[in-house]
Protein backbone atom coordinates (compact mmCIF):
# COMPACT_ATOMS: atom_id res chain seq x y z
CA UNK A 1 0.00 0.00 0.00
CA UNK A 2 2.69 2.29 1.13
CA UNK A 3 4.41 1.32 -2.02
CA UNK A 4 1.70 2.44 -4.31
CA UNK A 5 1.58 5.69 -2.57
CA UNK A 6 5.02 6.30 -2.97
CA UNK A 7 4.18 5.93 -6.80
CA UNK A 8 1.34 8.23 -6.88
CA UNK A 9 3.20 10.85 -5.03
CA UNK A 10 6.13 10.34 -7.65
CA UNK A 11 3.47 10.46 -10.86
CA UNK A 12 2.56 13.29 -9.09
CA UNK A 13 5.92 15.43 -8.61
CA UNK A 14 6.33 14.27 -12.40
CA UNK A 15 3.21 15.80 -14.19
CA UNK A 16 3.74 18.82 -12.08
CA UNK A 17 7.27 19.16 -12.79
CA UNK A 18 6.47 18.67 -16.73
CA UNK A 19 3.43 21.64 -16.28
CA UNK A 20 6.05 23.59 -14.91
CA UNK A 21 8.74 23.23 -17.87
CA UNK A 22 5.34 23.19 -20.62
CA UNK A 23 4.66 26.80 -18.71
CA UNK A 24 8.09 28.16 -18.88
CA UNK A 25 8.26 26.89 -22.20
CA UNK A 26 5.47 28.59 -23.38
CA UNK A 27 6.08 31.81 -21.43
CA UNK A 28 9.68 31.95 -22.98
CA UNK A 29 8.25 31.00 -26.44
CA UNK A 30 5.91 33.92 -26.16
CA UNK A 31 8.79 36.44 -25.15
CA UNK A 32 11.53 35.55 -27.82
CA UNK A 33 8.26 35.95 -30.45
CA UNK A 34 8.22 39.67 -29.10
CA UNK A 35 11.45 41.02 -28.76
CA UNK A 36 12.01 39.08 -32.37
CA UNK A 37 9.34 41.61 -33.63
CA UNK A 38 11.29 44.81 -32.28
CA UNK A 39 13.88 45.37 -34.18
CA UNK A 40 11.35 45.30 -37.43
CA UNK A 41 9.52 48.34 -36.01
CA UNK A 42 12.48 50.41 -35.52
CA UNK A 43 14.54 49.15 -38.63
CA UNK A 44 11.36 50.51 -40.80
CA UNK A 45 11.26 54.46 -39.10
CA UNK A 46 14.76 54.73 -39.70
CA UNK A 47 14.40 53.62 -43.51
CA UNK A 48 11.19 56.39 -43.31
CA UNK A 49 13.41 58.88 -41.30
CA UNK A 50 16.51 58.32 -43.57
CA UNK A 51 15.16 59.90 -47.01
CA UNK A 52 15.47 63.18 -48.21
CA UNK A 53 12.86 65.32 -46.47
CA UNK A 54 10.07 66.12 -48.70
CA UNK A 55 9.07 69.73 -49.30
CA UNK A 56 6.47 71.40 -47.70
CA UNK A 57 5.78 67.85 -45.42
CA UNK A 58 4.42 66.33 -48.85
CA UNK A 59 5.02 63.11 -49.29
CA UNK A 60 3.63 61.57 -53.08
CA UNK A 61 2.98 58.06 -53.52
CA UNK A 62 5.18 55.90 -55.92
CA UNK A 63 3.21 56.39 -58.80
CA UNK A 64 2.17 59.86 -58.50
CA UNK A 65 5.99 60.77 -58.16
CA UNK A 66 6.17 63.98 -60.12
CA UNK A 67 3.13 65.48 -58.19
CA UNK A 68 2.50 68.05 -55.74
CA UNK A 69 6.34 68.72 -55.65
CA UNK A 70 5.78 71.97 -54.16
CA UNK A 71 5.00 73.68 -50.74
CA UNK A 72 7.66 76.21 -49.67
CA UNK A 73 7.17 78.84 -52.92
CA UNK A 74 5.20 81.76 -52.85
CA UNK A 75 2.42 80.56 -54.88
CA UNK A 76 2.32 77.31 -53.28
CA UNK A 77 -1.19 75.26 -53.64
CA UNK A 78 -3.73 76.21 -50.24
CA UNK A 79 -3.96 73.42 -48.45
CA UNK A 80 -5.66 70.67 -49.89
CA UNK A 81 -7.48 67.92 -47.88
CA UNK A 82 -6.97 65.40 -50.15
CA UNK A 83 -3.31 65.10 -50.31
CA UNK A 84 -1.69 61.89 -49.23
CA UNK A 85 0.59 62.75 -46.56
CA UNK A 86 2.23 59.25 -46.14
CA UNK A 87 3.48 58.36 -49.79
CA UNK A 88 7.12 56.20 -49.68
CA UNK A 89 9.78 58.98 -48.77
CA UNK A 90 11.75 57.12 -51.56
CA UNK A 91 10.01 58.82 -54.28
CA UNK A 92 12.28 61.59 -55.88
CA UNK A 93 11.39 64.73 -54.97
CA UNK A 94 9.91 67.07 -58.66
CA UNK A 95 10.87 70.09 -59.33
CA UNK A 96 9.21 73.14 -57.20
CA UNK A 97 6.92 74.69 -59.29
CA UNK A 98 4.11 76.95 -58.18
CA UNK A 99 1.51 74.93 -59.96
CA UNK A 100 1.86 72.05 -57.14
CA UNK A 101 -1.53 69.68 -58.21
CA UNK A 102 0.17 68.86 -62.03
CA UNK A 103 0.07 65.16 -61.55
CA UNK A 104 -3.58 64.06 -60.19
CA UNK A 105 -3.80 62.36 -56.78
CA UNK A 106 -6.99 61.05 -56.86
CA UNK A 107 -7.65 59.39 -60.28
CA UNK A 108 -9.66 62.31 -61.33
CA UNK A 109 -8.96 63.97 -64.94
CA UNK A 110 -6.55 66.79 -64.71
CA UNK A 111 -4.73 69.39 -66.76
CA UNK A 112 -3.74 68.00 -70.09
CA UNK A 113 -5.10 64.46 -69.52
CA UNK A 114 -6.02 62.57 -72.32
CA UNK A 115 -7.94 59.59 -72.50
CA UNK A 116 -5.18 58.07 -74.62
CA UNK A 117 -2.61 58.48 -71.83
CA UNK A 118 -2.55 55.51 -69.52
CA UNK A 119 -3.21 57.24 -65.70
CA UNK A 120 -0.52 56.08 -64.11
CA UNK A 121 2.05 56.38 -66.86
CA UNK A 122 5.45 59.25 -66.46
CA UNK A 123 4.08 62.57 -67.08
CA UNK A 124 6.30 65.47 -67.88
CA UNK A 125 6.97 67.84 -64.69
CA UNK A 126 6.73 71.78 -64.66
CA UNK A 127 10.04 73.13 -63.63
CA UNK A 128 10.90 76.04 -62.16
CA UNK A 129 14.33 77.78 -64.08
CA UNK A 130 16.30 80.84 -62.98
CA UNK A 131 15.46 84.35 -65.70
CA UNK A 132 18.20 85.70 -67.57
CA UNK A 133 19.87 88.51 -66.78
CA UNK A 134 18.13 92.05 -67.31
CA UNK A 135 20.48 92.83 -70.37
CA UNK A 136 20.05 89.51 -72.45
CA UNK A 137 17.51 89.40 -74.66
CA UNK A 138 16.08 86.23 -75.37
CA UNK A 139 14.32 84.47 -78.38
CA UNK A 140 11.19 83.61 -77.80
CA UNK A 141 10.27 80.02 -79.35
CA UNK A 142 8.52 81.55 -82.24
CA UNK A 143 7.07 79.53 -85.00
CA UNK A 144 5.99 82.24 -87.80
CA UNK A 145 3.96 81.23 -90.64
CA UNK A 146 5.17 80.80 -94.27
CA UNK A 147 5.61 84.70 -95.48
CA UNK A 148 2.41 85.67 -97.00
CA UNK A 149 3.91 86.51 -100.29
CA UNK A 150 5.27 83.03 -100.81
CA UNK A 151 1.50 81.68 -100.31
CA UNK A 152 0.18 80.79 -103.72
CA UNK A 153 -3.36 81.85 -102.83
CA UNK A 154 -3.95 85.12 -101.16
CA UNK A 155 -6.64 84.58 -98.02
CA UNK A 156 -9.56 86.83 -98.15
CA UNK A 157 -7.85 89.32 -96.06
CA UNK A 158 -6.89 93.03 -95.37
CA UNK A 159 -3.62 92.62 -93.88
CA UNK A 160 -1.52 95.06 -95.37
CA UNK A 161 2.12 93.61 -96.74
CA UNK A 162 3.58 95.91 -94.19
CA UNK A 163 2.58 93.94 -91.63
CA UNK A 164 3.85 90.90 -93.01
CA UNK A 165 6.53 88.87 -90.44
CA UNK A 166 9.75 88.88 -91.30
CA UNK A 167 10.87 85.10 -92.40
CA UNK A 168 11.73 82.93 -89.50
CA UNK A 169 15.01 82.72 -89.59
CA UNK A 170 15.28 86.32 -89.71
CA UNK A 171 13.35 86.69 -86.61
CA UNK A 172 15.22 84.07 -84.24
CA UNK A 173 18.56 84.58 -85.49
CA UNK A 174 18.61 87.96 -85.09
CA UNK A 175 21.71 89.72 -85.26
CA UNK A 176 22.89 91.34 -81.86
CA UNK A 177 21.93 94.51 -81.51
CA UNK A 178 22.69 97.03 -78.69
CA UNK A 179 19.54 96.56 -75.62
CA UNK A 180 18.92 100.02 -76.44
CA UNK A 181 14.96 100.69 -74.00
CA UNK A 182 13.22 101.80 -77.19
CA UNK A 183 8.98 102.61 -77.03
CA UNK A 184 6.82 99.76 -78.10
CA UNK A 185 7.10 99.45 -81.74
CA UNK A 186 4.61 100.83 -84.40
CA UNK A 187 2.42 98.16 -86.34
CA UNK A 188 4.27 96.71 -89.45
CA UNK A 189 8.28 97.66 -88.05
CA UNK A 190 8.37 94.39 -89.09
CA UNK A 191 11.97 94.60 -86.69
CA UNK A 192 13.30 91.13 -85.27
CA UNK A 193 11.61 89.67 -82.32
CA UNK A 194 14.53 88.39 -80.00
CA UNK A 195 16.32 92.11 -79.38
CA UNK A 196 13.44 94.24 -80.08
CA UNK A 197 10.87 92.35 -77.76
CA UNK A 198 13.48 92.13 -74.49
CA UNK A 199 14.03 96.04 -75.11
CA UNK A 200 10.34 96.25 -74.47
CA UNK A 201 9.97 94.27 -71.52
CA UNK A 202 10.34 94.60 -67.43
CA UNK A 203 14.05 93.28 -66.86
CA UNK A 204 14.56 91.14 -63.71
CA UNK A 205 17.60 90.09 -61.98
CA UNK A 206 18.97 86.93 -62.93
CA UNK A 207 17.80 83.98 -60.93
CA UNK A 208 14.24 85.42 -59.57
CA UNK A 209 11.79 83.32 -59.41
CA UNK A 210 8.75 83.41 -61.38
CA UNK A 211 6.38 83.22 -58.69
CA UNK A 212 7.32 86.45 -56.45
CA UNK A 213 5.66 88.81 -59.40
CA UNK A 214 8.00 91.54 -57.36
CA UNK A 215 7.42 93.69 -60.24
CA UNK A 216 10.18 93.65 -62.26
CA UNK A 217 10.29 89.89 -63.10
CA UNK A 218 10.46 89.35 -66.85
CA UNK A 219 9.73 85.60 -66.92
CA UNK A 220 11.45 83.26 -70.09
CA UNK A 221 9.83 80.38 -71.51
CA UNK A 222 11.59 77.85 -68.90
CA UNK A 223 13.84 75.63 -70.33
CA UNK A 224 14.78 71.89 -69.27
CA UNK A 225 18.55 72.50 -69.22
CA UNK A 226 20.53 75.20 -67.39
CA UNK A 227 20.25 78.42 -68.58
CA UNK A 228 23.95 79.09 -68.31
CA UNK A 229 24.45 78.94 -72.30
CA UNK A 230 27.53 77.57 -73.43
CA UNK A 231 27.90 80.46 -75.92
CA UNK A 232 27.10 83.15 -73.50
CA UNK A 233 26.82 86.06 -75.40
CA UNK A 234 29.89 88.45 -75.36
CA UNK A 235 28.10 91.46 -75.74
CA UNK A 236 25.94 91.69 -73.36
CA UNK A 237 22.57 92.73 -75.46
CA UNK A 238 23.05 90.16 -77.81
CA UNK A 239 19.83 87.92 -78.29
CA UNK A 240 22.46 84.99 -78.04
CA UNK A 241 21.71 81.41 -76.89
CA UNK A 242 17.74 81.92 -75.27
CA UNK A 243 17.69 80.21 -72.07
CA UNK A 244 14.66 78.46 -73.27
CA UNK A 245 15.20 74.56 -74.67
CA UNK A 246 11.83 75.10 -76.83
CA UNK A 247 13.50 74.37 -80.60
CA UNK A 248 12.60 76.34 -83.01
CA UNK A 249 10.29 74.42 -85.16
CA UNK A 250 10.52 75.00 -88.86
CA UNK A 251 7.45 76.39 -90.71
CA UNK A 252 5.31 74.04 -92.32
CA UNK A 253 4.90 75.41 -96.33
CA UNK A 254 1.15 75.01 -96.19
CA UNK A 255 -0.91 77.35 -98.14
CA UNK A 256 -3.02 80.31 -96.25
CA UNK A 257 -6.74 78.71 -96.21
CA UNK A 258 -9.89 80.72 -97.49
CA UNK A 259 -12.12 82.14 -94.28
CA UNK A 260 -15.62 82.01 -94.47
CA UNK A 261 -16.59 85.66 -93.89
CA UNK A 262 -17.56 86.52 -90.28
CA UNK A 263 -20.70 88.76 -90.94
CA UNK A 264 -24.05 86.43 -91.02
CA UNK A 265 -22.18 83.28 -89.55
CA UNK A 266 -25.10 82.95 -86.99
CA UNK A 267 -27.71 82.77 -89.28
CA UNK A 268 -25.45 80.68 -91.55
CA UNK A 269 -24.84 78.02 -88.84
CA UNK A 270 -28.38 78.30 -87.30
CA UNK A 271 -29.62 75.54 -88.89
CA UNK A 272 -26.73 73.07 -86.51
CA UNK A 273 -28.45 74.88 -83.37
CA UNK A 274 -32.20 74.25 -84.57
CA UNK A 275 -31.73 70.40 -85.12
CA UNK A 276 -30.80 69.63 -81.81
CA UNK A 277 -33.09 72.81 -80.09
CA UNK A 278 -36.21 72.65 -81.61
CA UNK A 279 -37.15 70.28 -79.39
CA UNK A 280 -37.67 73.15 -76.95
CA UNK A 281 -39.22 75.51 -79.25
CA UNK A 282 -42.17 73.03 -80.73
CA UNK A 283 -42.80 71.73 -76.60
CA UNK A 284 -42.91 75.74 -75.74
CA UNK A 285 -45.10 76.73 -78.26
CA UNK A 286 -47.41 73.60 -78.47
CA UNK A 287 -48.15 74.13 -75.28
CA UNK A 288 -48.59 78.00 -75.33
CA UNK A 289 -50.19 77.78 -78.38
CA UNK A 290 -52.93 75.18 -76.94
CA UNK A 291 -55.59 77.54 -75.97
CA UNK A 292 -56.51 77.75 -72.41
CA UNK A 293 -53.87 77.70 -70.09
CA UNK A 294 -54.62 75.34 -66.65
CA UNK A 295 -51.94 75.33 -63.49
CA UNK A 296 -50.72 72.06 -65.05
CA UNK A 297 -49.98 73.78 -68.27
CA UNK A 298 -47.88 76.45 -66.58
CA UNK A 299 -46.09 73.88 -64.98
CA UNK A 300 -45.36 72.27 -67.80
CA UNK A 301 -43.97 75.18 -69.34
CA UNK A 302 -41.65 75.88 -66.45
CA UNK A 303 -40.35 72.14 -66.96
CA UNK A 304 -39.81 72.37 -70.34
CA UNK A 305 -37.63 75.40 -69.54
CA UNK A 306 -35.84 73.66 -66.78
CA UNK A 307 -35.06 70.84 -68.79
CA UNK A 308 -33.55 73.39 -71.76
CA UNK A 309 -31.07 73.86 -68.97
CA UNK A 310 -32.08 77.53 -67.85
CA UNK A 311 -31.93 76.82 -64.54
CA UNK A 312 -34.59 77.18 -62.04
CA UNK A 313 -34.80 80.57 -61.11
CA UNK A 314 -34.60 81.80 -64.72
CA UNK A 315 -37.28 78.95 -65.64
CA UNK A 316 -39.79 80.74 -62.91
CA UNK A 317 -39.43 83.74 -64.12
CA UNK A 318 -39.92 83.32 -67.43
CA UNK A 319 -43.15 81.23 -66.68
CA UNK A 320 -43.74 84.28 -64.48
CA UNK A 321 -43.43 86.59 -67.40
CA UNK A 322 -45.49 84.40 -69.75
CA UNK A 323 -47.97 84.22 -67.34
CA UNK A 324 -48.41 87.87 -67.16
CA UNK A 325 -48.21 88.24 -70.64
CA UNK A 326 -51.20 85.83 -71.06
CA UNK A 327 -53.53 87.55 -68.43
CA UNK A 328 -52.63 90.93 -70.15
CA UNK A 329 -53.12 90.53 -73.50
CA UNK A 330 -54.42 86.98 -73.90
CA UNK A 331 -52.99 84.42 -76.34
CA UNK A 332 -55.55 84.20 -79.46
CA UNK A 333 -53.17 81.87 -81.83
CA UNK A 334 -49.83 80.33 -82.24
CA UNK A 335 -48.48 82.72 -83.82
CA UNK A 336 -49.09 85.37 -80.96
CA UNK A 337 -47.86 82.46 -78.72
CA UNK A 338 -44.67 82.77 -80.84
CA UNK A 339 -44.38 86.49 -80.89
CA UNK A 340 -44.51 86.32 -77.25
CA UNK A 341 -42.62 83.98 -76.48
CA UNK A 342 -40.14 84.94 -78.43
CA UNK A 343 -40.14 88.49 -76.80
CA UNK A 344 -39.82 87.10 -73.41
CA UNK A 345 -37.30 84.47 -74.41
CA UNK A 346 -34.88 87.59 -75.98
CA UNK A 347 -35.48 89.52 -72.67
CA UNK A 348 -34.27 86.91 -70.60
CA UNK A 349 -31.01 86.38 -73.09
CA UNK A 350 -29.89 89.83 -73.09
CA UNK A 351 -30.54 90.55 -69.25
CA UNK A 352 -29.52 89.37 -66.06
CA UNK A 353 -30.98 90.25 -62.36
CA UNK A 354 -27.72 92.33 -62.62
CA UNK A 355 -28.67 94.32 -65.21
CA UNK A 356 -28.71 94.19 -69.00
CA UNK A 357 -25.53 92.38 -71.19
CA UNK A 358 -24.94 95.47 -73.69
CA UNK A 359 -21.54 95.27 -75.05
CA UNK A 360 -20.77 91.46 -76.88
CA UNK A 361 -17.92 92.46 -78.62
CA UNK A 362 -14.58 90.81 -78.42
CA UNK A 363 -11.70 92.93 -77.32
CA UNK A 364 -9.49 91.74 -79.49
CA UNK A 365 -8.00 95.16 -81.16
CA UNK A 366 -5.09 96.74 -80.66
CA UNK A 367 -4.85 100.13 -78.37
CA UNK A 368 -2.60 102.58 -77.02
CA UNK A 369 -0.07 101.23 -79.43
CA UNK A 370 -0.21 97.54 -78.14
CA UNK A 371 -1.86 94.79 -78.95
CA UNK A 372 -5.27 93.34 -77.43
CA UNK A 373 -4.41 90.57 -75.13
CA UNK A 374 -6.68 87.68 -75.15
CA UNK A 375 -6.03 84.86 -72.43
CA UNK A 376 -8.37 81.67 -73.24
CA UNK A 377 -9.61 79.37 -69.69
CA UNK A 378 -11.46 76.56 -68.77
CA UNK A 379 -11.71 72.81 -67.88
CA UNK A 380 -9.88 70.25 -69.69
CA UNK A 381 -11.25 69.29 -73.33
CA UNK A 382 -14.47 71.99 -73.60
CA UNK A 383 -12.82 73.41 -76.82
CA UNK A 384 -10.50 76.10 -75.99
CA UNK A 385 -7.58 75.05 -78.77
CA UNK A 386 -10.15 75.15 -81.32
CA UNK A 387 -11.87 78.12 -80.17
CA UNK A 388 -8.27 79.94 -80.02
CA UNK A 389 -7.70 78.67 -83.79
CA UNK A 390 -10.86 79.72 -84.88
CA UNK A 391 -10.90 83.16 -83.09
CA UNK A 392 -7.84 83.68 -85.32
CA UNK A 393 -9.15 83.26 -88.06
CA UNK A 394 -11.94 85.07 -87.68
CA UNK A 395 -9.47 88.31 -86.49
CA UNK A 396 -7.25 87.40 -90.04
CA UNK A 397 -10.36 87.41 -92.08
CA UNK A 398 -11.28 90.65 -90.69
CA UNK A 399 -7.56 91.99 -91.86
CA UNK A 400 -6.30 91.72 -88.23
CA UNK A 401 -2.75 90.52 -87.29
CA UNK A 402 -2.45 87.86 -84.84
CA UNK A 403 0.39 86.23 -82.39
CA UNK A 404 -1.25 82.89 -80.94
CA UNK A 405 0.46 81.66 -77.59
CA UNK A 406 0.48 78.11 -77.14
CA UNK A 407 0.37 78.65 -73.26
CA UNK A 408 -0.51 74.96 -72.78
CA UNK A 409 2.14 73.11 -72.70
CA UNK A 410 1.19 70.41 -70.75
CA UNK A 411 -0.43 68.82 -73.57
CA UNK A 412 2.17 68.58 -76.15
CA UNK A 413 -0.55 68.11 -78.83
CA UNK A 414 -2.23 71.07 -78.00
CA UNK A 415 0.51 73.31 -79.26
CA UNK A 416 1.06 71.64 -82.75
CA UNK A 417 -2.62 71.89 -82.83
CA UNK A 418 -2.27 75.85 -82.70
CA UNK A 419 1.03 75.57 -84.85
CA UNK A 420 -1.33 73.87 -87.40
CA UNK A 421 -4.47 76.45 -86.98
CA UNK A 422 -1.77 79.58 -87.17
CA UNK A 423 -0.07 78.44 -90.04
CA UNK A 424 -3.25 77.65 -92.50
CA UNK A 425 -4.57 81.66 -91.78
CA UNK A 426 -0.50 83.07 -91.46
CA UNK A 427 -0.42 83.74 -87.42
CA UNK A 428 2.47 83.44 -85.56
CA UNK A 429 3.00 81.18 -82.73
CA UNK A 430 4.75 81.29 -79.38
CA UNK A 431 5.46 78.24 -77.92
CA UNK A 432 7.30 76.57 -74.93
CA UNK A 433 9.27 73.45 -74.51
CA UNK A 434 6.87 70.73 -72.96
CA UNK A 435 6.22 71.24 -69.31
CA UNK A 436 7.73 74.61 -69.57
CA UNK A 437 5.99 77.40 -67.19
CA UNK A 438 3.05 78.69 -68.84
CA UNK A 439 3.57 81.97 -67.56
CA UNK A 440 6.64 82.38 -69.44
CA UNK A 441 5.40 81.28 -72.57
CA UNK A 442 2.17 84.11 -72.29
CA UNK A 443 4.77 87.09 -71.48
CA UNK A 444 6.94 85.75 -74.44
CA UNK A 445 4.08 85.84 -76.37
CA UNK A 446 2.81 88.85 -75.36
CA UNK A 447 6.76 90.54 -76.15
CA UNK A 448 6.13 88.79 -79.65
CA UNK A 449 3.03 90.72 -80.27
CA UNK A 450 4.37 93.69 -79.14
CA UNK A 451 7.46 93.28 -80.93
CA UNK A 452 5.83 92.90 -84.09
CA UNK A 453 3.02 94.92 -83.67
CA UNK A 454 0.24 92.82 -83.95
CA UNK A 455 -3.46 93.47 -83.41
CA UNK A 456 -3.93 90.90 -80.93
CA UNK A 457 -2.63 87.99 -78.71
CA UNK A 458 -4.62 85.34 -77.99
CA UNK A 459 -3.14 82.63 -75.25
CA UNK A 460 -4.33 79.55 -75.02
CA UNK A 461 -4.18 77.97 -71.38
CA UNK A 462 -4.46 74.15 -70.20
CA UNK A 463 -7.45 72.40 -69.54
CA UNK A 464 -7.82 72.86 -65.59
CA UNK A 465 -10.30 71.40 -62.76
CA UNK A 466 -11.51 73.82 -61.48
CA UNK A 467 -11.42 72.12 -58.20
CA UNK A 468 -7.64 71.78 -58.36
CA UNK A 469 -6.43 74.77 -56.49
CA UNK A 470 -2.56 74.50 -57.57
CA UNK A 471 -3.86 74.83 -60.93
CA UNK A 472 -6.29 77.51 -60.33
CA UNK A 473 -3.27 79.71 -59.05
CA UNK A 474 -1.13 78.96 -61.89
CA UNK A 475 -3.81 80.05 -64.09
CA UNK A 476 -3.65 83.34 -61.83
CA UNK A 477 -0.22 83.89 -62.09
CA UNK A 478 -0.58 83.22 -65.74
CA UNK A 479 -2.36 86.25 -66.04
CA UNK A 480 -0.76 88.31 -63.28
CA UNK A 481 2.45 87.98 -65.11
CA UNK A 482 1.26 88.96 -68.86
CA UNK A 483 -0.26 92.04 -66.87
CA UNK A 484 3.96 92.87 -66.10
CA UNK A 485 3.59 94.09 -69.24
CA UNK A 486 0.02 94.86 -70.96
CA UNK A 487 -3.16 95.08 -69.69
CA UNK A 488 -5.27 91.08 -70.11
CA UNK A 489 -8.68 93.04 -72.13
CA UNK A 490 -10.36 89.64 -72.64
CA UNK A 491 -10.41 86.67 -70.70
CA UNK A 492 -12.38 84.27 -72.29
CA UNK A 493 -14.22 81.39 -70.54
CA UNK A 494 -15.22 78.47 -72.90
CA UNK A 495 -17.77 76.09 -71.56
CA UNK A 496 -18.84 72.85 -73.29
CA UNK A 497 -22.43 73.60 -73.59
CA UNK A 498 -23.26 69.94 -73.22
CA UNK A 499 -21.89 69.51 -69.36
CA UNK A 500 -25.52 71.54 -68.54
CA UNK A 501 -25.83 72.68 -64.97
CA UNK A 502 -21.80 71.61 -64.34
CA UNK A 503 -20.42 74.16 -66.28
CA UNK A 504 -22.30 76.83 -64.27
CA UNK A 505 -19.80 75.67 -60.89
CA UNK A 506 -16.63 75.60 -62.99
CA UNK A 507 -17.77 79.15 -64.16
CA UNK A 508 -17.77 80.54 -60.89
CA UNK A 509 -14.76 79.23 -59.82
CA UNK A 510 -12.76 80.35 -62.82
CA UNK A 511 -14.56 83.60 -62.51
CA UNK A 512 -13.23 83.92 -58.83
CA UNK A 513 -9.52 83.17 -60.08
CA UNK A 514 -9.92 85.05 -63.09
CA UNK A 515 -12.12 88.21 -64.05
CA UNK A 516 -13.87 86.75 -66.48
CA UNK A 517 -15.02 88.84 -69.33
CA UNK A 518 -16.67 87.04 -71.72
CA UNK A 519 -18.13 83.54 -72.38
CA UNK A 520 -17.65 80.90 -75.38
CA UNK A 521 -20.02 78.39 -75.60
CA UNK A 522 -18.87 75.59 -77.76
CA UNK A 523 -20.37 72.38 -78.78
CA UNK A 524 -23.92 73.91 -79.14
CA UNK A 525 -24.44 72.22 -82.10
CA UNK A 526 -24.52 68.65 -79.54
CA UNK A 527 -27.13 69.96 -76.82
CA UNK A 528 -30.63 70.48 -77.34
CA UNK A 529 -29.95 72.15 -74.26
CA UNK A 530 -29.52 76.03 -75.68
CA UNK A 531 -30.91 77.29 -72.61
CA UNK A 532 -27.61 77.42 -70.63
CA UNK A 533 -27.21 80.70 -72.46
CA UNK A 534 -29.25 82.28 -69.78
CA UNK A 535 -28.10 80.50 -67.06
CA UNK A 536 -24.50 80.85 -67.37
CA UNK A 537 -24.91 84.71 -68.31
CA UNK A 538 -27.27 85.12 -64.91
CA UNK A 539 -24.44 83.20 -62.71
CA UNK A 540 -21.34 85.28 -63.40
CA UNK A 541 -23.12 88.35 -64.75
CA UNK A 542 -20.92 88.23 -68.23
CA UNK A 543 -22.15 88.13 -71.41
CA UNK A 544 -21.81 84.69 -74.25
CA UNK A 545 -19.98 86.15 -76.82
CA UNK A 546 -19.04 83.48 -79.05
CA UNK A 547 -20.79 80.26 -79.86
CA UNK A 548 -18.81 76.99 -80.92
CA UNK A 549 -21.44 75.29 -83.55
CA UNK A 550 -19.29 72.25 -85.06
CA UNK A 551 -15.90 71.15 -85.23
CA UNK A 552 -15.38 73.05 -88.74
CA UNK A 553 -12.54 75.54 -88.77
CA UNK A 554 -15.04 78.54 -89.03
CA UNK A 555 -17.69 77.25 -87.09
CA UNK A 556 -17.38 79.94 -83.95
CA UNK A 557 -20.17 82.46 -84.53
CA UNK A 558 -21.04 85.58 -82.71
CA UNK A 559 -23.73 85.28 -80.47
CA UNK A 560 -26.44 87.49 -80.96
CA UNK A 561 -29.70 86.82 -78.62
CA UNK A 562 -32.34 87.23 -81.86
CA UNK A 563 -30.93 85.12 -83.83
CA UNK A 564 -30.25 82.63 -81.54
CA UNK A 565 -33.94 82.74 -80.20
CA UNK A 566 -35.07 82.48 -83.56
CA UNK A 567 -33.26 79.15 -83.58
CA UNK A 568 -34.01 77.77 -80.69
CA UNK A 569 -38.16 78.08 -81.51
CA UNK A 570 -37.63 77.15 -85.20
CA UNK A 571 -39.58 78.72 -87.96
N1 LIG B 1 -19.16 69.60 -82.07
C1 LIG B 1 -18.27 70.50 -81.65
N2 LIG B 1 -17.05 70.11 -81.26
C2 LIG B 1 -16.18 71.03 -80.82
C3 LIG B 1 -16.52 72.40 -80.74
N3 LIG B 1 -15.44 73.08 -80.25
C4 LIG B 1 -14.48 72.16 -80.03
N4 LIG B 1 -14.91 70.92 -80.37
C5 LIG B 1 -14.19 69.67 -80.27
O1 LIG B 1 -13.89 69.42 -78.91
C6 LIG B 1 -12.70 68.65 -78.83
C7 LIG B 1 -11.77 69.27 -77.80
O2 LIG B 1 -11.32 70.49 -78.33
P1 LIG B 1 -9.96 71.16 -77.88
O3 LIG B 1 -9.88 72.49 -78.53
O4 LIG B 1 -8.80 70.24 -78.07
O5 LIG B 1 -10.22 71.30 -76.33
P2 LIG B 1 -9.28 71.97 -75.21
O6 LIG B 1 -10.18 72.66 -74.28
O7 LIG B 1 -8.22 72.79 -75.83
O8 LIG B 1 -8.67 70.67 -74.56
P3 LIG B 1 -7.55 70.61 -73.38
O9 LIG B 1 -6.40 71.44 -73.83
O10 LIG B 1 -7.24 69.16 -73.28
O11 LIG B 1 -8.20 71.13 -72.17
C8 LIG B 1 -12.13 68.59 -80.21
O12 LIG B 1 -12.46 67.36 -80.78
C9 LIG B 1 -12.85 69.70 -80.95
O13 LIG B 1 -12.96 69.46 -82.34
C10 LIG B 1 -17.84 72.79 -81.15
O14 LIG B 1 -18.24 73.95 -81.11
N5 LIG B 1 -18.67 71.79 -81.59
Known sequence: ???????????????????????????LGRRRRISLARPAAPAQ????????????????KGSISFSQGSGGTALAPRPRSDRPTDAPASVPLAPAHPAGDRTEVDGQPGVGDDAAVPRDSVRPTV?????????????????????????PTQPPTTRPEGTAPASPQDRVSAPPRPATPTAPHAPGTGTAAGGTAASTVPTVPSGTALPDLDGTA??????????????AP??????????????RVEPEEVELEEIDPTTGRLSRLRGRLSRSQNAFGRSLLGLLGAGTLDEDSWTEVEDTLLMADLGAAAAVEITERLRQEVAARGVVDAAGARAMLRRVMIDAVETTPAGPLEDRSVRALAHDGRPAVLLVVGVNGTGKTTTTGKLARVLVADGHTVVLGAADTFRAAAADQLAT????????????????????????AVKQGIAEGADAVVVDTAGRLHTKTGLMDELGKVKRVIEKQAEVDEVLLVLDATTGQNGLVQAKVFAEVVDITGIVLTKLDGTAKGGIVVAVQRALGVPVKLVGLGEGPDDLAPFEADAFVDALLGD
Open 421 to 444: WASRVGATVVRGAAGADPAAVAFD
Open 218 to 231: APVAPPDTAPAAPT
Open 45 to 60: TTAAQDQPPVRGGYRS
Open 234 to 247: AEPAAPAAPPVAAE
Open 127 to 151: VEVPLPDADVATAPPVQRPPARPAA
Open 1 to 27: MQGVSAWVWILIVVVVVVVALLVIGAV
